[in-house]
Protein backbone atom coordinates (compact mmCIF):
# COMPACT_ATOMS: atom_id res chain seq x y z
CA UNK A 1 0.00 0.00 0.00
CA UNK A 2 1.53 3.10 -1.28
CA UNK A 3 -1.27 5.61 0.53
CA UNK A 4 -1.84 7.09 -2.55
CA UNK A 5 -5.85 6.55 -1.68
CA UNK A 6 -5.62 8.59 1.71
CA UNK A 7 -3.74 11.24 -0.04
CA UNK A 8 -6.52 11.66 -2.80
CA UNK A 9 -9.00 11.31 0.38
CA UNK A 10 -7.21 13.74 2.64
CA UNK A 11 -10.39 16.54 2.70
CA UNK A 12 -12.98 14.32 3.38
CA UNK A 13 -11.05 12.20 5.57
CA UNK A 14 -10.26 15.27 7.68
CA UNK A 15 -14.15 16.43 8.02
CA UNK A 16 -14.57 12.67 9.39
CA UNK A 17 -11.82 12.91 11.65
CA UNK A 18 -13.06 16.29 13.09
CA UNK A 19 -16.91 14.15 13.06
CA UNK A 20 -15.67 11.57 14.74
CA UNK A 21 -13.72 13.68 16.88
CA UNK A 22 -10.37 12.29 16.72
CA UNK A 23 -6.62 14.16 15.54
CA UNK A 24 -6.76 14.26 11.57
CA UNK A 25 -4.33 12.04 9.78
CA UNK A 26 -2.06 14.87 8.55
CA UNK A 27 -1.41 15.96 12.12
CA UNK A 28 0.17 12.85 12.75
CA UNK A 29 2.86 13.77 9.24
CA UNK A 30 6.51 14.24 9.91
CA UNK A 31 9.55 13.55 7.15
CA UNK A 32 13.31 13.88 6.99
CA UNK A 33 14.74 15.11 4.33
CA UNK A 34 15.33 12.34 2.50
CA UNK A 35 11.88 10.95 3.18
CA UNK A 36 10.42 14.37 1.95
CA UNK A 37 12.75 14.37 -1.29
CA UNK A 38 11.43 10.40 -1.96
CA UNK A 39 7.96 11.85 -1.74
CA UNK A 40 8.28 14.92 -3.91
CA UNK A 41 10.25 12.48 -6.36
CA UNK A 42 6.54 10.21 -6.40
CA UNK A 43 4.59 13.70 -7.02
CA UNK A 44 2.81 12.61 -3.32
CA UNK A 45 3.55 16.03 -1.65
CA UNK A 46 3.38 19.57 -2.72
CA UNK A 47 7.11 21.38 -3.20
CA UNK A 48 5.54 23.90 -0.69
CA UNK A 49 5.53 21.35 2.13
CA UNK A 50 9.10 21.20 2.39
CA UNK A 51 10.28 24.68 2.44
CA UNK A 52 11.17 25.15 5.28
CA UNK A 53 11.33 21.84 6.68
CA UNK A 54 10.53 21.71 9.71
CA UNK A 55 12.60 18.57 12.13
CA UNK A 56 11.14 15.52 12.10
CA UNK A 57 8.89 14.66 14.94
CA UNK A 58 7.73 11.49 16.96
CA UNK A 59 3.64 11.49 17.95
CA UNK A 60 1.98 9.31 20.55
CA UNK A 61 1.19 6.37 18.86
CA UNK A 62 -2.07 5.84 21.27
CA UNK A 63 -3.17 9.05 19.52
CA UNK A 64 -2.69 7.81 15.94
CA UNK A 65 -4.09 4.75 16.52
CA UNK A 66 -7.28 6.14 18.02
CA UNK A 67 -7.78 7.67 14.72
CA UNK A 68 -7.09 5.13 12.88
CA UNK A 69 -9.54 2.68 14.66
CA UNK A 70 -12.08 5.35 14.25
CA UNK A 71 -11.88 6.16 10.70
CA UNK A 72 -11.79 2.07 9.67
CA UNK A 73 -14.85 1.51 12.12
CA UNK A 74 -17.00 4.09 10.57
CA UNK A 75 -15.72 3.60 6.80
CA UNK A 76 -16.19 -0.01 7.67
CA UNK A 77 -19.29 0.21 8.68
CA UNK A 78 -20.40 2.86 6.21
CA UNK A 79 -17.91 2.32 3.01
CA UNK A 80 -19.22 4.96 0.92
CA UNK A 81 -19.20 8.03 3.73
CA UNK A 82 -16.67 9.62 2.09
CA UNK A 83 -18.76 10.26 -1.04
CA UNK A 84 -19.18 8.83 -4.57
CA UNK A 85 -16.27 11.70 -6.06
CA UNK A 86 -13.33 9.58 -3.51
CA UNK A 87 -11.73 6.87 -3.93
CA UNK A 88 -12.15 3.89 -1.56
CA UNK A 89 -9.58 3.81 1.47
CA UNK A 90 -10.16 0.29 2.71
CA UNK A 91 -9.55 -2.38 0.46
Known amino acids: ?3 H ?6 DALERLAEKLKV ?3 LEFFSADEN ?3 L ?5 AAE ?6 LPEPQWF ?3 DGMRTVRALIG ?5 PAALGSETQPVLI
Open 1 to 3: MNG
Open 5 to 10: ALARNE
Open 23 to 25: HPL
Open 35 to 37: SMA
Open 39 to 43: LLEQG
Open 47 to 52: PEWGRP
Open 60 to 62: NAS
Open 74 to 78: FLGAA
